[in-house]
């Protein structure tokens, strides 16, 4: 894992400056503390941090063809990099090392774009060739790796992360207002957009080229949608990929929750290991002490989607694999600095608490390895979320099934029933009439789910939990793994994996009961029922949160705020009474976005 920036003045042709490049270069620091490098050349700049994975000695970067012509920084890993490498050896390529990234710049000389049909990896990177006068930058088909861009008068800028941009002269720091009410009404901001007006995220799956005066930008993989693969094909793909994302040269570990998804990851890690007669895997794990209490005085009081404690289950599972396990016990002090911490690294207010325990997790870890497999996606790709959709059909779906909608006009919070409610109340009048909020998410829904070649729906909707809600989660993965100097990959966003069970019938994935039938087949021989059949509990949050969500309170009430732009302020202060006399998991929902969203604007000073 790494950070890359590349600043390229092919309007105006002017020189790009060297310490602009080093500015933006340092703001990724995080994501690559053992190494910086640069490359100028007229008016094309380039930086990289390094994380060293792989070739640790001589894998440096910016990397270049054997003439110099061609260069290139990159992000992430290619996993199928040894077959590369001989294919470029027969083609008479001469390799300056053993870095997995190198196979880059060749295989753009020997296929130009069709070299993104050769990579087997998580990669977002961005090559210059010099002869042609041509920038080429992609992401990988799921999005596991970020890749940010924005257009100044001087022309094109890339880099990992927003605030890498940000730094760059002549970048605007406009807030996107159809971000703004995504993020609030949905939860969720998708590709190409992001908060920031002028900047977009390059969508999954998709390259640009960027020559002389144009820009284009180009989809070169979608899921594709085939019933015919075996459960056998299946498990092995997922074992290859979790193979593959256990080369290197750091330590290697995995995140435990004690279900099936990151318990399967760590099942084929600990067989990968002991079949080389390694050590053991160490895994990972969180548990928050008020929780624990809470669970074994009320083992039958779920909390939201919180239907178990994850902590015994995840000890049990680590036992049963007999893996190196590490338990982090994790309450919440000093959380407002944590929480500060966060949103700068995300570049964006925060989803839910969740990603306050992924940070300290990650943190954690650092202290044992460098590399953590997670079980994010399993959801995703195996349609795990039996609450949004079993027993879904098109007739009463109309909309993206993770976002509640109301169904009535309804007065002033009476009778709100979720976030949406509430914060379709709270939005300025203005500002929601300003792009018709709901007919625009209704448009954009009908586009997208219009898009999948499959007749099944639940297909359908699988293909929206894919492209669009699952990058929000890997982004937290890889945001929050970095801000600890840790990779975290992630063996169920591998393009085969999908490819083979996004087109298999609805029936074969969700049991009678919204189970995932298909992942509890592959596990069978793997992984002990308690595991392989545990209904889905969400990801913990600290259960301990009173005196939180009361200071959250007395932050929101002062007279001058940055939200008050977009949230109207009446309307907020009698939200703010409601919620004192009536707290509702959706209340604390909303409290908590307009905190981390408060706090945003004020990190990026806006």
């Known amino acids: 894992m790494c950070g890359i920036f590349a600043a390229y003045h092919y309007r105006s042709r002017l020189r790009v400056s060297r310490h602009s490049v080093a500015q933006s270069t340092e703001l990724l620091r995080h994501r690559g503390p053992d190494g910086f490098g640069y490359h100028l050349d007229a008016h094309l700049g380039l930086g990289h941090a390094r994380l060293a994975i792989i070739d640790r000695e001589a894998g440096n970067q910016p990397i270049f063809s054997e003439d110099k012509t061609c260069v290139a920084v990159v992000n992430g890993e290619i996993y199928n990099f040894k077959e590369l490498q001989k294919i470029l050896y027969s083609r ?43 920038l080429f930058a992609a992401r990988d088909p799921l999005g596991v790796k970020p890749l940010f861009m924005t257009e100044t008068l001087d022309g094109l800028v890339l880099a990992s992360e927003e605030k890498a941009l940000l730094a760059y002269p002549g970048v605007s720091r406009e807030v996107d207002r159809l971000a703004v009410q995504d993020y609030f009404l949905a939860g969720l901001v998708a590709a190409p957009r992001t908060f920031f007006s002028q900047i977009k995220s390059l969508s999954p799956g998709h390259f640009l080229l960027c020559a002389e005066s144009s820009l284009q930008v180009t989809q070169y993989w979608n899921i594709p949608f085939r019933d015919t693969a075996s459960n056998e094909e299946i498990r092995k793909a997922i074992q290859e990929a979790v193979e593959q994302r256990m080369q290197s040269e750091v330590p290697v570990g995995a995140g435990l929750s004690g279900g099936i998804d990151s318990g399967t990851i760590a099942a084929f890690g600990t067989s990968y290991l002991k079949a080389k007669d390694a050590q053991r895997l160490s895994t990972f794990s969180l548990r928050y002490e008020s929780n624990t209490a809470h669970f074994k005085a009320k083992p039958n009081l779920a909390i939201g989607n919180m239907l178990s404690d994850d902590a015994e289950f995840s000890l049990s599972l680590a036992d049963h694999l007999h893996t190196e396990h590490h338990e982090l016990t994790l309450e919440v002090e000093a959380i407002f600095e944590t929480l500060d911490r966060i949103i700068w690294h995300r570049d964006r207010p925060l989803h839910t608490f969740t990603e306050y325990g992924h940070y300290h997790l990650a943190r954690f870890a650092k202290n044992f390895v460098t590399v953590l497999l997670s079980g994010e996606g399993g959801d995703e790709v195996f349609s795990g979320y039996y609450y949004w959709l079993w027993r879904r059909t098109e007739s009463n779906t109309r909309f993206y099934p993770w976002m509640w909608r109301p169904s009535n006009k309804i007065a002033e919070f009476e009778n709100a029933v979720s976030v949406y409610d509430l914060f379709a109340n709270l939005l300025k009048p203005e500002f929601s009439v300003y792009s018709e909020v709901q007919a ?47 990779e975290i990959r992630v063996p169920f966003a591998d393009p085969r994996v999908i490819a083979m069970v996004a087109g298999l019938p609805s029936s074969r994935k969700i049991g009678p009961h919204g189970e995932k039938l298909l992942l509890q087949q592959l596990t069978q021989k793997l992984l002990p029922d308690e595991i392989r059949l545990r209904k889905k509990s969400a990801f913990p949050i600290p259960l301990n949160l009173d005196s939180f969500y009361c200071e959250v309170e007395k932050i929101l009430s002062q007279t001058h705020l940055g939200l008050h732009q977009f949230i109207d302020k009446q309307r907020l202060g009698r939200f703010l009474e409601r919620h004192r006399t009536k707290s509702t998991t959706a209340t604390r929902h909303v409290l908590f976005r307009l905190y981390t969203f408060e706090r945003w604007l004020t990190l990026s000073s806006l």
Not at 113 to 131: E, I, P, R, V
Request: charged letters at 20%; aromatic letters at 12%.
């Open 440 to 486: 625009r998410q209704q448009a954009e829904f009908d586009a997208q789910i219009a898009q999948p070649a499959t007749d099944d729906f639940i297909n359908k909707l699988g293909y929206l939990f894919v492209k669009l809600h699952m990058p929000e989660f890997l982004a937290i993965e890889d945001r929050l793994g970095l801000a600890a100097g840790v």
């Open 92 to 134: 008479g390529h001469v390799l300056a090392s053993q870095s997995d990234s190198e196979v880059i710049v060749h295989l753009w000389e020997e296929f130009g774009t069709d070299c993104l049909n050769y990579l087997h990896g998580d990669f977002a990177f961005a090559l210059y060739d010099s002869d042609k006068q041509v």
